[in-house]
């Protein structure tokens, strides 16, 4: 049993309340209109672009191929990671800190899924594979940017205080401790938010389009709290060794605040 | 005369190469005009801006030593104090309750909001935080500017008594040429990234 089918003209009613929206939003110069309507081009694109991607994939369910999938999310999700930054790492840096952390923390809590729990006949079937890496890089890439993100701002700002922590003989990781607390914090929050509302003000997607594909609400149920459960590891600690890493690399090795390592 | 500071050959951004060696209880007071690199020569001896050339604390070399240790011990004041806990207390683990007798406070100041205090009263608290590490060298960047001359002297007689009894050598960047008579075993005067003796 599937889902009811949804036809193009289904798609184009639901369109119009978009393009609705946008006339408004140019009528009463709200300026978003031109981005919203983008943003619209560009979920129907990508997606169309996926679904094409993934029924070649399905057909062709090799791991090379499964693989290389993966790896194209990753370097997009690092992409995404850096460009929300506002003070990046200059150089190799900048993208790397962020994809480097996502890459352990989102591909271990994957393998460890698919090869332990989930177990699908091979193991890397993409059905499982991709979505659950999917869900997994998405969360983790927001919790690393908005760590990144806070770290980098905070010591910008910070940075006499910083250096007035290292004047009284502070190590480098005495004097940004606080801020590095700060920013794993920020980059938690969203899924400790996601957990805790969960089911009571929201239904999460997955759980929601496997009860729409006529799957028995226990069973989606499951599935979508051991996806919580795995996005909550995942997030944690690619946001941990994000926020790690750039922290180490904020200072050099005399314990100097090194800002210059900043765009 | 056994060195407690050397410095050699000390090069950084727009200052040196410039060579000076502090003696144990020794205060070295410089002036100069703003942009001469004072504060910059403060803060590469302080470790805190990446340098070239040799710095010695009691023939132990900088490099030699883990960063935060060196500071601990070669420690900087800078011109602005800056605070980062609610309450001045936040900031000490342990002080010297007669020097911050001497600085004109009561053992009630860790109590006391950082917002209500006056950059004065701050500076001072701020001279008191950095004594808690018992540094061998004080670096002051203009450490009075702030103060009226009640309190001047109170900061002044801090030192006196620091240098008299545990041998601090202090290099004191101050524009008040009355106060470098009062305070300086010699006196140098920088300019252009350079030192010289003043004369």
Same mark, same amino acid.
């Given at each position: 049993?599937?889902?009811?089918?949804?036809?193009?003209?289904?798609?184009?009613?639901?369109?119009?309340?978009?393009?609705?929206?946008?006339?408004?939003?140019?009528?009463?110069?709200?300026?978003?209109?031109?981005?919203?309507?983008?943003?619209?081009?560009?979920?129907?694109?990508?997606?169309?672009?996926?679904?094409?991607?993934?029924?070649?994939?399905?057909?062709?369910?090799?791991?090379?191929?499964?693989?290389?999938?993966?790896?194209?999310?990753?370097?997009?999700?690092?992409?995404?990671?850096?460009?929300?930054?506002?003070?990046?790492?200059?150089?190799?840096?900048?993208?790397?800190?962020?994809?480097?952390?996502?890459?352990?923390?989102?591909?271990?809590?994957?393998?460890?899924?698919?090869?332990?729990?989930?177990?699908?006949?091979?193991?890397?079937?993409?059905?499982?594979?991709?979505?659950?890496?999917?869900?997994?890089?998405?969360?983790?890439?927001?919790?690393?940017?908005?760590?990144?993100?806070?770290?980098?701002?905070?010591?910008?700002?910070?940075?006499?205080? #910083?250096? &007035?922590?290292?004047?009284? $003989?502070?190590?480098? /990781?005495?004097?940004?401790?606080?801020? %590095?607390?700060?920013?794993? @914090?920020?980059?938690?929050?969203?899924?400790?938010?996601?957990?805790?509302?969960?089911?009571?003000?929201?239904?999460?997607?997955?759980?929601?389009?496997?009860?729409?594909?006529?799957?028995?609400?226990?069973?989606?149920?499951?599935?979508?709290?051991?996806?919580?459960?795995? #996005?909550? &590891?995942?997030?944690?600690? $690619?946001?941990?060794? /994000?926020?790690?890493?750039?922290?180490? %690399?904020?200072?050099?090795? @005399?314990?100097?605040?090194?800002?210059?390592?900043?765009? | 005369?056994?060195?407690?500071?050397?410095?050699?050959?000390?090069?950084?951004?727009?200052?040196?190469?410039?060579?000076?060696?502090?003696?144990?209880?020794?205060?070295?007071?410089?002036?100069?005009?703003?942009?001469?690199?004072?504060?910059?020569?403060?803060?590469?001896?302080?470790?805190?801006?990446?340098?070239?050339?040799?710095?010695?604390?009691?023939?132990?070399?900088?490099?030699?030593?883990?960063?935060?240790?060196?500071?601990?011990?070669?420690?900087?004041?800078?011109?602005?104090?800056?605070?980062?806990?609610?309450?001045?207390?936040?900031?000490?683990?342990?002080?010297?309750?007669?020097?911050?007798?001497?600085?004109?406070?009561?053992?009630?100041?860790?109590?006391?909001?950082?917002?209500?205090?006056?950059?004065?009263?701050?500076?001072?608290?701020?001279?008191?935080?950095?004594?808690?590490?018992?540094?061998?060298?004080?670096?002051?960047?203009?450490?009075?500017?702030?103060?009226?001359?009640?309190?001047?002297?109170?900061?002044?007689?801090?030192?006196?008594?620091?240098?008299?009894?545990?041998?601090?050598?202090?290099?004191?960047?101050?524009?008040?040429?009355?106060?470098?008579?009062?305070?300086?075993?010699?006196?140098?005067?920088?300019?252009?990234?350079?030192?010289?003796?003043?004369?």
């Amino acid at each position: 049993m599937g889902a009811i089918a949804l036809s193009a003209w289904d798609l184009a009613l639901a369109s119009t309340l978009v393009l609705l929206l946008a006339f408004i939003s140019w009528r009463m110069r709200f300026g978003i209109g031109r981005q919203l309507l983008i943003s619209a081009l560009r979920t129907t694109l990508q997606l169309l672009l996926i679904g094409v991607i993934l029924k070649v994939l399905f057909d062709n369910a090799t791991l090379l191929w499964v693989a290389l999938l993966a790896t194209l999310m990753l370097l997009i999700a690092g992409r995404e990671v850096m460009a929300r930054q506002e003070r990046r790492f200059a150089g190799w840096w900048g993208y790397g800190a962020g994809t480097l952390s996502m890459f352990v923390s989102s591909f271990a809590v994957t393998l460890l899924a698919l090869a332990v729990l989930i177990q699908p006949d091979p193991w890397y079937l993409p059905q499982y594979a991709i979505p659950l890496l999917g869900m997994l890089l998405g969360n983790t890439m927001n919790g690393i940017s908005l760590g990144l993100d806070r770290l980098t701002g905070s010591a910008w700002q910070q940075r006499q205080i #910083i250096e &007035a922590r290292l004047m009284l $003989g502070q190590s480098a /990781a005495q004097a940004i401790t606080d801020i %590095r607390r700060e920013s794993i @914090r920020v980059g938690l929050v969203p899924i400790v938010n996601a957990m805790a509302a969960a089911g009571v003000i929201s239904l999460p997607g997955m759980m929601t389009g496997q009860i729409l594909a006529g799957a028995p609400p226990l069973e989606a149920v499951k599935y979508q709290i051991l996806i919580m459960f795995l #996005i909550a &590891a995942g997030t944690g600690f $690619g946001t941990l060794g /994000a926020v790690w890493l750039g922290a180490r %690399r904020l200072f050099d090795e @005399r314990e100097r605040l090194r800002l210059d390592r900043l765009k | 005369m056994t060195a407690r500071l050397t410095i050699k050959q000390l090069r950084t951004l727009h200052v040196g190469p410039l060579d000076l060696q502090l003696a144990a209880g020794e205060c070295v007071v410089i002036a100069g005009p703003s942009g001469a690199g004072k504060t910059l020569l403060l803060r590469a001896i302080a470790d805190l801006d990446a340098h070239d050339g040799e710095l010695l604390l009691d023939g132990e070399s900088c490099a030699a030593m883990k960063a935060h240790q060196w500071r601990q011990r070669v420690a900087l004041l800078p011109a602005e104090s800056q605070w980062w806990g609610e309450r001045i207390g936040l900031h000490f683990e342990d002080y010297d309750a007669k020097l911050l007798e001497m600085l004109g406070f009561g053992p009630e100041v860790m109590g006391w909001e950082v917002a209500h205090c006056s950059t004065g009263e701050r500076q001072r608290l701020a001279l008191l935080r950095l004594l808690q590490n018992g540094p061998s060298v004080l670096l002051l960047d203009e450490p009075t500017a702030s103060l009226d001359a009640a309190n001047v002297a109170r900061v002044e007689a801090v030192i006196e008594r620091l240098r008299g009894e545990r041998g601090v050598a202090v290099l004191w960047v101050s524009h008040d040429t009355a106060q470098a008579e009062r305070i300086a075993s010699r006196r140098l005067q920088m300019a252009a990234g350079r030192l010289q003796e003043a004369g």
